[in-house]
């Protein structure tokens, strides 16, 4: 590949896995059986990122493995009432057909895992999305690196990547222990967990694997916003959680321990909570994106009713099909709440266009903050759309 | 002076040597427009890193930055090759995707600004000669 016998784009990304491979010190490359493509949005990516995109797909690049796409800046087909200008919809259209024309599948969606990309536990793979990235290595037992957008599809192009990091059995065990003494149960608060975690680790000057402790109960909706948050925050690709990570049942939980307190969640909690009901012009859900269980709750408590404030409800596409034919979209559309599937609150471009945005995530607030410019509200789920009623 | 580096992309280059001992986010960090360095407080803040041979001791910040490198080569506004001490993924990518010289492994305190640096990086022993005081080829 690096000679250049499969065209000037594999040639390309072989270089690129090449030099990482260098630089980490990998001794060979491993072959990946999947992969998940961040850097979507024409919003991040701009022209420049277009150009290099078209330029992979003109030098015939082609996706060796199963390739799906994180988020677009927009609603692929409903652009138009998210209030999306038509110059950056044209963008995004091109970022997409650049894609499709590698054949990477243009799912559009931050949960690969809930929507047809779903690895194996040991199957090694290479995921960019920093969220599903720890859901991967952490839920699954699945083995990647925090892929960036260029390295990603580098890997979809050759089928390979180089053996470093978390592909390697030495670094995916637990160097401290996090014993969680509070209870913890809704997304909001498994949010203000990962903050807390990720914040104690960087005072301590180090970003250590933890096994986490003292966990109850997690549903696959609080995890997947426990993740988004540990890496947000603590920049984590990986972390065990007894009762949870099937590799957590094979290694004894570290000696050194770290205790997270009621106190701990609260603080992290109200770090995130600088605005108040009456500032909130912007409500959100699905950040990740939304389950076909949560968009049910989400009917259930919106039918019959009007929401008072722009309410985006942030889904992969074939979610928001089932939800078409339950009848889930015909109600939430008759409160006046708005679907915005293939898109999100983080990648869409909607930097100051609200004062205040309530959500139930805690990375969603992350990012209403240092890209958008918004104050933010963490409230539990139930609680974010009496936000968007009131 | 002649240092021996890994090479991280293949090319030949010379030029005035623009030196900072912080890290480089090339995404928010530099214009991808202009080639000035942009972020608060950096001490190259208000420096253009065109045609230079950009040499600081790693690179820091979003993966998008492999990105903005790619953008400043479309303009015209690329450094003509980066030294590192340790070079990390977003400036490997970025120096990869926009076919720029870049060496690293090399003892970069040594180098001060105005120096004339000639980087060869054609094969795995990349060299890097500073010739100090001599600002013409």
Redesign the interface.
């Given at each position: 590949m690096l000679t250049g016998k499969h065209g000037p784009a594999t040639k390309?990304a072989m270089?690129?896995l090449a030099?990482?491979g260098?630089?980490y010190g990998a001794e060979h490359m491993v072959p990946v059986t999947s992969v998940q493509i961040?850097?979507v949005s024409y919003d991040?990516?701009?022209?420049?990122?277009l150009?290099?995109l078209s330029e992979m797909a003109d030098g015939g690049g082609k996706a060796r493995v199963l390739t799906t796409l994180n988020p677009a800046g927009m609603d692929i087909e409903n652009w138009q009432a998210l209030g999306i200008s038509p110059e950056f919809a044209e963008g995004q259209f091109r970022v997409i057909e650049a894609f499709a024309r590698m054949g990477v599948v243009t799912s559009c969606t931050c949960t690969p895992y809930l929507s047809g990309n779903v690895p194996h536990y040991g199957e090694h793979i290479a995921w960019?999305e920093s969220s599903a990235v720890c859901y991967a290595n952490s839920v699954i037992g699945a083995r990647t690196n925090r892929e960036?957008?260029?390295?990603a599809l580098a890997a979809a192009l050759t089928g390979c990547t180089p053996a470093y990091g978390y592909h390697l059995d030495e670094n995916r065990l637990p160097r401290v222990s996090v014993d969680v003494r509070a209870t913890v149960s809704s997304n909001d608060a498994f949010g203000a967990l990962g903050k807390a975690i990720g914040q104690k680790l960087e005072v301590a000057g180090e970003k250590p694997l933890v096994t986490i402790t003292g966990i109850a109960r997690a549903s696959v909706d609080n995890l997947k916003s426990f993740c988004a948050s540990i890496a947000t925050y603590g920049g984590a690709a990986m972390f065990h959680m007894a009762g949870i990570t099937p590799e957590a049942a094979q290694v004894a939980p570290p000696e050194r321990i770290m205790i997270i307190a009621d106190e701990d969640i609260a603080a992290a909690h109200a770090s995130m909570n600088d605005a108040s009901s009456e500032d909130v012009d912007f409500v959100s859900l699905g950040c990740p994106h939304l389950s076909i269980g949560e968009i049910a709750r989400i009917a259930e408590l919106l039918k019959g009713k009007r929401v008072k404030k722009e309410f985006w409800i942030t889904t992969a596409r074939p979610t928001r099909q089932i939800a078409d034919r339950m009848g889930y979209t015909a109600i939430i559309e008759a409160s006046g709440a708005k679907f915005a599937a293939d898109t999100c609150c983080v990648v869409a471009p909607i930097k100051g266009r609200f004062r205040a945005l309530a959500t139930d995530s805690a990375k969603a607030c992350y990012y209403a903050y240092s890209k958008n410019k918004f104050k933010t509200v963490l409230k539990p789920f139930d609680d974010v759309i009496a936000e968007a009623l009131r | 002076m002649i240092w021996h580096g890994?090479k991280?992309?293949q090319g030949n280059a010379a030029g005035e040597a623009l030196v900072t001992r912080m890290g480089i986010s090339f995404f928010g960090g530099v214009d991808?427009d202009t080639g000035v360095i942009v972020e608060r407080g950096h001490e190259l803040e208000g420096q253009c890193i065109s045609g230079k041979v950009l040499v600081f001791p790693t690179g820091k910040g979003s993966?998008?930055g492999?990105?903005?490198l790619?953008?400043l080569r479309?303009n015209g506004k690329a450094p003509s090759a980066i030294i590192n001490m340790e070079?990390?993924?977003?400036t490997?990518?970025g120096c990869?995707?926009a076919e720029i010289p870049c060496v690293d492994r090399i003892p970069i305190d040594q180098l001060t600004t105005g120096a004339f640096v000639v980087v060869q990086a054609d094969d795995e022993n990349a060299t890097v000669e500073a010739i100090l005081g001599n600002y013409e080829i």
């Open positions: 390309k270089e690129i030099a990482l260098a630089i961040a850097g991040n990516l701009g022209e420049a990122g150009s290099f960019a960036g957008g260029p390295s | 890994r991280i992309y991808p993966t998008v492999s990105y903005t790619y953008r479309r070079c990390e993924t977003i490997a990518v990869i995707i």
